[in-house]
């Protein structure tokens, strides 16, 4: 693909550029592509309902075209006019939830192309409430379909940097608000079936969408299951790698004594063997590991290798006791550890925190489902 002239721009949330969001609708109307953020992460934006734009996102994200787009809407309004036999408990889920980090799969009316929904006859919708995207979604008056926008495989961008790693020279314009809150996709609930069913853990847990609803399913791919050869995972994204260092990733689960002993053997050993190793931990546990491995420079049982200690990266996700700092954190962590050239990663396990379900799943996904029980 030839390069683009990219056109990176700051817009802050708190003062809102209408001018420059008004040419971002009109590059989108044109059939362009514009990355912008969201609550959750950056999506990559292009017209829903114009065939030829979902297949640009496709290409400049290297995404399979099977793996469908959510389109995004700014009003109730919107929701009839691409979806049909909406329910009267989906109506409630959305009037509980939207504006905000929810996506709903409906059936899709005849307008929406299959190159959006990857040949499903669903839809998938969300009216994001960051004031940014409400913004451009009024200002272009289209239904933005908006995958993360980052490439195929690598971690959701959460700062407009990330948008620019990996997609600059391949869009056409870049809206960089700073860093978003959430940090983590969208919860997806199907409300085609006889019962909703999760399909995506996000920071709407199924507890909350239960309040409003009774019974919520949960698809076993949401716990970490793998899923058997041979059968379709309900959400099709769910069946690629995602979020996957370049090295090779450990998640260590038990207790946490046992943990941390397991995490400093293998690392002091990886070390030794010349490789850059990474703990991933909390602002709670991360002085466990300095202290210990500050020993490899004071030279304690490893004096003939003083230069060990800048083999070791220990990375904080924030603290466990401060709901939403792990998940805020995570994707920034994981894109550190590629330009870091890190070849080895232990993780403890991060639970606590209140969307302690969406935070494993992609923690899960990102280290292939490697875990170790210790
Ligand atoms: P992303 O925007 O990159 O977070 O990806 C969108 C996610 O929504 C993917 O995992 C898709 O598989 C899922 N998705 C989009 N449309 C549908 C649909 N009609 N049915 C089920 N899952 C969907
Ligand atoms: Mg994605």
């Known amino acids: ?69 959510i389109l995004h809407i700014a009003s109730m309004d919107a929701v009839e006019h691409i979806a049909k036999d909406v329910t009267p408990e989906a109506y409630k889920l959305m009037e509980q939830f939207w504006p905000g980090p929810l996506t709903v799969i409906l059936n899709k009316k005849d307008n929406v192309p299959d190159e959006t929904t990857g040949g499903l006859k669903t839809v998938a919708i969300r009216m994001p409430s960051h004031p940014v995207a409400k913004r451009l979604i009024e200002l272009s008056g289209l239904y933005i379909a908006a995958p993360s926008a980052n490439t195929s495989g690598r971690p959701s961008p959460t700062k407009g940097s990330h948008v620019k790693e990996d997609l600059f020279g391949k869009i056409d314009m870049i809206i960089d608000s700073g860093a978003v809150g959430i940090g983590i996709e969208s919860s997806i609930i199907d409300m085609t079936g006889e019962r909703p069913m999760l399909l995506r853990p996000g920071y709407i847990k199924p507890e909350d969408v239960e309040e409003v609803l009774g019974e919520v399913d949960i698809d076993p791919v949401v716990l970490g299951k793998l899923m058997p050869e041979g059968t379709a995972p309900k959400a099709p994204g769910m069946k690629y790698r995602h979020y996957a260092p370049k090295g090779d990733m450990e998640v260590v689960k038990g207790e946490e004594i046992k943990v941390s002993e397991y995490i400093l053997k293998n690392v002091r050993a990886d070390a030794d063997d010349g490789k850059r190793v990474a703990i991933l931990t909390t602002e709670e546990n991360k002085a466990i590991y300095q202290k210990a491995l500050d020993g490899l420079v004071a030279g304690e049982g490893n004096a003939d290798k003083p230069g060990n200690r800048d083999k070791v990266t220990i990375i904080s996700l924030g603290s466990c006791a401060k709901a939403g700092q792990i998940s805020a954190h995570l994707f920034d962590a994981l894109r550190s550890l590629d330009n870091m050239d890190i070849e080895m990663i232990y993780s403890e396990t991060f639970y606590e925190d209140d969307m302690g379900m969406a935070v494993m799943n992609r923690l899960l996904k990102a280290a292939a489902y490697k875990v170790i029980e210790v």
């Open 1 to 69: 693909m030839d390069s683009l002239n990219t056109r990176y721009v700051e817009i802050s949330p708190e003062d809102i550029d209408d001018k420059v969001l008004s040419e971002a609708g009109d590059i989108l109307k044109a059939g362009g592509l514009v990355a912008f953020p969201t609550e959750t992460v950056y999506g990559l934006g292009g017209d829903g309902l114009n065939p030829l734009s979902s297949k640009k996102i496709y290409e400049a994200k290297g995404r399979p075209s099977d793996n469908p787009l």
